[in-house]
DNA sequence: GACATCATGTAAGTAGTTACATGATTCT
DNA sequence: AGAATCATGTAACTACTTACATGATGTC
């Protein structure tokens, strides 16, 4: 799998970024749909240049702190364009432990039921909200966000979908907290 | 975490069952929101039993096959009615291989987009077409399992929300599709 | 008799998290 | 001066996957 290599080459594509970068970008909208620890970042992007897929420049932030601002070799841009294009299989499970307790709703008490899917609904909510703060932020900043040709069309297609992913979950959690409510 | 602990204890609770039997569930309607393969549920049934939270008989089938039937025990099913009832964080991030190729999709000319695009449509109307298929066979083998009170509700509750998210995600990708294909 | 399925385990390796460890820079 | 953020690394551990290994049962 390695996808975590994919992820880092995808982000150099457009420049050169430290590792510290990387990191951040996984604090942004696509975090929602991948993400990793600077713990695993860093050996990662040894391991990269190792491979010859990256190299890096040490570059000098202030006076002394040194970082490391790596970009894409010839070969890097290969093989990120190599998984870029391949079509893999969907997966047969996306993991959800809230789903996993849903399966074993019938341990539960109507009252409990209700409480945990109102609990989950009011979560999903903020989440909606926050994503929606973004998606106006994103909206207003760029002109065509949602033309193929801008570069920002990546940017709209993740906040997009984390979007319509929040709004599918509210939608179910609100049908079937009234299937719970019903006597 | 130890997520998977919960799992076991969970689909413990209506009787006792093998790590086989544990394992043909996740590859049921459960296994679209949580599954593990037979080398991680062995390891985990042994540790299980090792804190108490279930034990076991070994049974035979046929004349000699052993296997080991596994119940909950008092602990055990105290220790899944406080992970049931406990509410979490909703995660951050939930990993998805294509969002990841979706947010790097500048880096693809138009047509390889719609390729990319259109393959993933395709094994998502698939999906959607299986799941339609248990969700049909469910609400006629099962008279009220939109019901909270039914024994089927846990399994109604995984497929709707399994259902919705296959035709959420099949939406977003026509939007998307269009957008690529408009000129 | 062959093949699918039932049944259980371990070994080795990869992926990911939490904790440990350090130090510089920028902003208030 | 203190706090938040920038910046990089390793160690220990947990979670998960793939491969190795074996044997019985049921069905055609």
Redesign the pocket.
Known sequence: ?????YAILGLLRKGEL????I??YFKEELGQFW??????I??E??KLTAEGFITFRTA??????????YTLTGNGERELAAWLTKKDPIPE?V?DEFMLKAYFISALTREEADELFTDQLVKRKEKLSDLENSYHELMTSSEDADSFSSPDFGHYLVLTKALERERNYISWLEDILALIKKA
Chains 1, 2 share one sequence.
């Not at 799998?1 to 290599?5: D, E, S, T």
């Open positions: 799998m390695r996808i975590l290599k430290s590792g510290y970068d990191s951040s993400s990793a620890k600077h713990s695993q860093y050996p992007l040894k000098i932030q202030g006076t002394k702190l040194e970082k490391k601002m499970t993991k």
